[in-house]
């Protein structure tokens, strides 16, 4: 990767990440998707559950519990095996995360402003 397209990547994804940690989940699943076109292999399995959880977000702020809950198990799933890939992301913290938030939603528990998910950078 070139410098420059390094640069690239790296600013495209640092404004996918402010859009997720603001809540703003279409527009982070449109920015996070640019950057999933960009990538392969296990990065490419890692934007795409972070897509999923972006888009069990928005289900959710739309009180669809069980779409949700289901895209949100998938997107965990792509991650949590693939947690040592660095894209500057603290993905062990947004696993656990996500494992509390799905434990909450399978369960019908009531859900807080702490409960979003976040990104953590590195």
Same mark, same amino acid.
């Given at each position: 990767?070139?410098?420059?397209?390094?640069? /690239?990547?790296?600013?495209?994804?640092?404004?996918?990440?402010?859009?997720?940690? &603001?809540?703003?989940?279409?527009?982070?699943?449109?920015?996070?998707?640019? $950057?999933? &076109?960009?990538?392969?292999?296990?990065?490419?399995?890692? $934007?795409?559950?972070?897509?999923?959880? /972006?888009? /069990? +977000?928005?289900?959710? /702020?739309?009180?669809?519990?069980?779409?949700?809950?289901?895209?949100?198990?998938?997107?965990?799933?792509?991650?949590?095996?693939?947690?040592? $890939?660095?894209?500057?992301?603290?993905?062990?913290?947004?696993?656990?995360?996500?494992?509390?938030?799905?434990?909450?939603?399978?369960?019908?528990? +009531?859900?807080?402003?702490?409960?979003?998910?976040?990104?953590?950078?590195?």
């Amino acid at each position: 990767m070139s410098e420059e397209s390094a640069k /690239s990547f790296k600013d495209s994804l640092l404004n996918a990440l402010n859009l997720f940690n &603001n809540h703003e989940w279409y527009e982070a699943h449109d920015a996070f998707e640019e $950057i999933w &076109n960009s990538v392969d292999g296990d990065e490419r399995q890692v $934007i795409q559950g972070i897509l999923q959880v /972006s888009v /069990s +977000q928005f289900h959710l /702020s739309k009180g669809n519990l069980n779409g949700a809950t289901i895209l949100l198990g998938e997107g965990l799933g792509r991650i949590k095996t693939r947690t040592k $890939i660095d894209l500057g992301i603290d993905l062990e913290s947004f696993c656990r995360c996500l494992e509390d938030l799905l434990s909450k939603l399978q369960y019908e528990e +009531q859900l807080s402003e702490n409960d979003k998910p976040f990104l953590k950078p590195l």
